[in-house]
Each structure stands twice: as C-alpha cells, then as structure tokens.
C-alpha cells in the first residue's frame, strides 16, 4: 500500500479550494465556520502533497454568483490543472438552485441531504476509492455506516450538535441502499430486523454518523469534555450517549480549528493599513481612525474599541448579554471614550439599533449587517474583542483577535477555554480575558479587566500585545491543524502516514 493513502474528505460546505485543484476551485459555499475549517484543512493537506479528494454538492446557484478570493491571484497558477481530478461535485436539482447551503425549513435540508449522500455512496466513493473517508457533521451521517460496510476506515468531524432524522423507507426512496448497513445505522428505538424497522423506526443521522465512524472528534478538547459530562442540556441524549460511548472506547478526542490565512493584518487585503506585531501600534490608529471615519464614529485615536464579530443568536452567541450592559459600558467608561462597533446579522441587530436608537448614541455605537470586509477592517482596528459565548465547539474569532492584535473577552466555555487564558502582564502570559458565570454582572466583570488593561503604562500594553499577536500567528494556523488529522489518520489507518 501506498505511504501517501488516499483521503476523501465529504462535506456540505467550503468557502474555497486550492487553485491548483483544478477548474472547480474557485467554487465557495458557506454557510458557517464548517464552510472556513473545511477550506483550511483542504487546503493544508493539499500543501502537505496529500493525496486529497474532496466531495462537495453542486450548487450550481451558488458557485455561479460567487465572487472568490482568487480571483486576485496569479492567472499562472490557476491556470494550473493536476492530472487527476480531486473535486468531485454530487449532481442533483435538489441543490442545483440553492441560493443557501441550508434552507431553514427541515424537510428541504433532508432532501438535499439525502441526495449528497446518494451520490457520494453510490458514486463518489467508487470512483474515488479512498483509503480512508472524513465525514463533516450531520449533512454526511449516514456515509460512515456505508464506510463500515465497505471496510473503509470512516474519521467523523462534529462542528455543530444540530441533528435531523428520517426512517429507512423515505431514505430508499431517494436511491441509497440502506438495507445494506442498516445494522450500522443509529435508530430512536431499538430495531428488531429491517423490515420491522424500515417505515417507522427513525434514524437520527448525527447519532449514527458517531455510532457507526471508526474514530470521532469534536473541534475542541473541552467542548468533547462537556458533552460527555452533560453539561449542555440542549445536546441530545442519543448524541451524547453515543459519543460517550466513543469517548470511552478510546475512539473520541478533540481537535481545534484554525483560521484561514487570510487572516493576517501583515497581509490582509481588506484592511486599510497592514501591519504586524512590531508596528501594530501606529497602524491599529491608521485603521481605528479609518474605521471611526467610515462609521461615522467619533473620531478619536485614544478611544477604546470593542468588536463584536459573531452572529447575533442569543441561544448560543450571548448577544442578549452585550445588550444588557450596553449602555452602562458607554456611561460608565464615557471619558474614555469607549466604543462599540458590531458587524453581524441575527435576530439580535434589531434589539441592538433600539438600544443607540433610544438613548442617542449613534457616535458611540455602530450597529452594521456582516459584511466580511467591514468585519476584517474591525478586527484591525479593534482593541478588544467580545465573544461571551454560552457553549462553543471552537470558534475562530477568538483566535482572530489575536492574530490581529484585539484582545479576546470570553465566557470560559468549550473551544474559547482551550484559546483564551487570562492575560496578566506582571507574569508576561495569557491572551485575553474570561469570565465563568454566563451572565451580564460576568461579562461586565470581563469589559471592566479589559478596560483596566487598557489603562496601563503605553509600553506595557505593547510589549503584551506583541506578544499575543506573535504567540497567536505560531499557535492558531491550519498547517498545525491539518497535522493533527494527518496523525489521526495515520492511528486510523493504524501506519505511520508519510507525506
């Protein structure tokens, strides 16, 4: 056998390919940080001269509209084609016309589901003949089961806790073979034979996605911990027990994400002034200045700045804290000018444009829709960041936020607990700031240790902040990522795996 296996990686999302993966490469579909982290790993094997194939529905909608970041590279190199092709697009009308990866409405989801992993089992992997198989949560749960059948080693990746279900029959009928591993499969109820089964009996596609992969990771070691632990009521108990029971067997661990490269303010095409760990402090004012003028913000180099980056949901994200404290943040730190600036979409944006709206401050706050290159220029020009979390299966813009120099504010939960540890300059460590009890009192707690940060001698703040910025670049990158799951292949595969 080979020392370079052959790796097929089967997700829903990707937000771009390698530009030397041939004429598909520049196809994007997003719809979360799945979309980020698939891209990164992809792309890392794919520099690491990893034999990697990737699986990806065709949303042909989609891919036609997308505006993609290498466009602005070299023609030379994206001209360039690879003798084999490694992308391989799962054909079907249900995705075709897509303006989103995800629907919202949960029987369309499961058609588009269903008819990636028809294609993918009964296509893909043929044609593929991968030594090994990675699966991205609950959109590819049922391929492990067919893996399991097949004798493919089968890695099952959970980046959201989200789950849908669907009986044997409705599955049929949309052209995969169930019958042949059901056995494999994870059903609400105890089955006794196929055929007592196939109608009725659900199958929760999560569930069986951990139940049936050969190894299963979450993209972070604390967050694995906390389900095992129950500590999130919201997580299902068959998806908890099932991934406790992998935990046990020794076939479970935790890997963090990484950020794409992209960002780097030393590189970042984005922002108005790069900059890097050495020249960070006149250039985070260029781009504050920058960021101030454009929404027409006070103008004010000393002003201190917070960015909230993440979507505003207030089942996870914990927007409704932020809105608690809001305008104490503004009154209390009034002299110093603090000030607010959002870049996110979410059922939240409405309640935040009440608050400025209310108590009149428009030049204080700034309350804009995502749009990614406003969010890169707020991260350059952002002297703390706010991420207060209620649970995290990894996160990326903490780790951002270091790349770039502002500063993490973080509930200690999941992902952000493996990222963050608390700053303290006295001893030279740490790169942000936690709190423990998810509540507004906790996250004002966070704002005021930040703020007492912000208050110190100017040559301590740099001296820290160059340091977290240097310690963030080494820490938080794909290469590192990807070298992780080169390992874990390898353990799978159970041989060294040589690139």
């Given at each position: 056998m080979s020392n370079k296996p052959r790796i097929l990686i089967v997700t829903p999302e990707v937000t771009y390919l390698p530009e030397d993966m041939g004429d598909q490469s520049n196809y994007s579909a997003k719809a979360g940080g799945l979309a980020d982290v698939s891209a990164a790993l992809i792309s890392a094997l794919f520099d690491l001269h990893c034999d990697v194939h990737v699986a990806l529905p065709d949303y042909r909608s989609i891919f036609k509209g997308t505006t993609t970041k290498i466009h602005n590279r070299e023609l030379a190199k994206i001209r360039k084609r690879l003798d084999e092709e490694r992308i391989h697009l799962a054909a079907d009308r249900a995705f075709f016309y897509l303006d989103n990866v995800y629907s919202g409405y949960s029987d369309?989801?499961?058609?588009?589901?269903?008819?990636?992993?028809?294609?993918?089992?009964?296509?893909?992997?043929?044609r593929v003949n991968p030594d090994i198989i990675h699966c991205n949560d609950w959109m590819t749960g049922l391929i492990p089961a067919m893996a399991r059948h097949l004798e493919i080693p089968c890695l099952f990746t959970i980046h959201n806790i989200h789950t849908m279900t669907s009986t044997m029959a409705e599955i049929e009928d949309r052209g995969i073979d169930a019958?042949?591993?059901?056995?494999?499969?994870?059903?609400?109820?105890?089955?006794?034979?196929?055929?007592?089964?196939?109608?009725?009996?659900?199958?929760?596609?999560?569930?069986?996605?951990?139940?049936?992969?050969?190894?299963?990771?979450?993209?972070?070691?604390?967050?694995?911990?906390?389900?095992?632990?129950?500590?999130?009521?919201?997580?299902?108990?068959?998806?908890?027990?099932?991934?406790t029971n992998k935990f046990h067997a020794g076939c479970?661990?935790?890997?963090?994400?990484?950020?794409?490269?992209?960002?780097?303010?030393?590189?970042?095409?984005?922002?108005?002034?790069?900059y890097g760990p050495k020249n960070h402090k006149e250039n985070k004012i260029k781009n504050k200045l920058y960021l101030q003028e454009i929404l027409e913000l006070d103008s004010d180099e000393n002003a201190v700045l917070f960015f909230w980056p993440s979507?505003?949901?207030?089942?996870?994200?914990?927007?409704?804290?932020?809105?608690?404290?809001?305008?104490?943040?503004?009154?209390?730190?009034?002299?110093?000018?603090?000030?607010?600036?959002?870049?996110?979409?979410?059922?939240?944006?409405?309640?935040?444009?009440?608050?400025?709206?209310?108590?009149?401050?428009?030049?204080?706050?700034?309350?804009c829709g995502f749009n990614e290159a406003l969010s890169h220029q707020a991260f350059a020009a952002a002297d703390f960041l706010l991420m207060p979390s209620s649970f995290e299966p990894c996160g990326l813009p903490?780790?951002?936020?270091?790349?770039?120099?502002?500063?993490?504010?973080?509930?200690?939960?999941?992902?952000?607990?493996?990222?963050?540890?608390?700053?303290?300059?006295?001893?030279?460590?740490?790169?942000?700031?936690?709190?423990?009890?998810?509540?507004?009192?906790?996250?004002?707690?966070?704002?005021?240790?930040?703020?007492?940060?912000?208050?110190?001698?100017?040559?301590?703040?740099?001296?820290?902040?160059?340091?977290?910025m240097i310690e963030s670049v080494l820490e938080f990158n794909h290469s590192r990522c990807a070298q992780d799951y080169i390992q874990l292949y390898g353990k799978m595969l159970k041989r060294p795996f040589i690139v």
């Open positions: 369309k989801d499961l058609m588009v589901s269903l008819a990636f992993q028809r294609e993918v089992i009964n296509n893909i992997i043929p019958a042949s591993f059901w056995q494999w499969l994870f059903f609400k109820q105890p089955p006794g034979h196929y055929e007592e089964s196939r109608d009725w009996n659900r199958v929760d596609f999560l569930s069986s996605g951990i139940f049936a992969a050969h190894y299963v990771n979450t993209v972070s070691p604390t967050f694995l911990r906390e389900v095992v632990e129950n500590r999130h009521p919201f997580v299902e108990d068959c998806v908890r027990s099932e991934l479970a661990t935790g890997i963090l994400n990484a950020p794409e490269p992209e960002f780097n303010p030393a590189v970042d095409g984005m922002i108005r002034y790069n979507r505003l949901d207030p089942v996870q994200k914990g927007c409704q804290l932020l809105a608690q404290i809001m305008y104490e943040m503004i009154h209390h730190y009034w002299d110093a000018d603090l000030q607010i600036v959002s870049v996110a979409s979410g059922e939240y944006e409405r309640h935040f444009h009440d608050i400025v709206r209310h108590h009149g401050l428009g030049r204080r706050i700034a309350i903490q780790m951002v936020g270091g790349i770039y120099g502002a500063l993490p504010i973080v509930h200690d939960t999941g992902g952000l607990h493996d990222t963050i540890q608390q700053l303290d300059p006295a001893n030279n460590s740490g790169n942000g700031f936690l709190f423990n009890v998810h509540d507004a009192a906790g996250l004002k707690w966070a704002v005021d240790q930040a703020m007492h940060f912000s208050f110190l001698d100017a040559e301590i703040k740099e001296e820290q902040i160059k340091r977290i």
